[in-house]
């Protein structure tokens, strides 16, 4: 596997908050609406970079993990737990 600092930035973001909500690569993608047969290996593949999700499955991906799509995209880290925060600040006041 790639040195994590390597792998592009929604690639880490992605793996870090599916771990963090403890939850399989499975699990995650076939509560994102990919097919049971393959969700496993497509969310593998975009948390090692060999594939980018397009927008709608990353914002599918987002939903299920609760964070807004500004997230996998924050290059620094800080940046990252900001835009997570917020998200979760705000949930009630929409």
Request: charged share 30%; proline share 3%.
């Amino acid at each position: 596997m790639a040195d994590r600092k390597s792998l592009p930035v929604y690639s880490r973001r992605l793996r870090e908050a599916r771990e963090a909500r403890d939850i399989s690569q499975r699990a995650l993608g076939i509560k994102a609406g990919l097919d049971e047969f393959v969700a496993s290996t497509r969310v593998n593949r975009y948390e090692t970079g060999v594939h980018q999700p397009d927008l709608q499955t990353l914002q599918r991906l987002a939903a299920v993990l609760q964070l807004p799509v500004a997230y996998f995209y924050a290059e620094d880290d800080e940046l990252a737990q900001l835009i997570a925060n917020f998200k979760g600040r705000n949930k009630g006041k929409r």
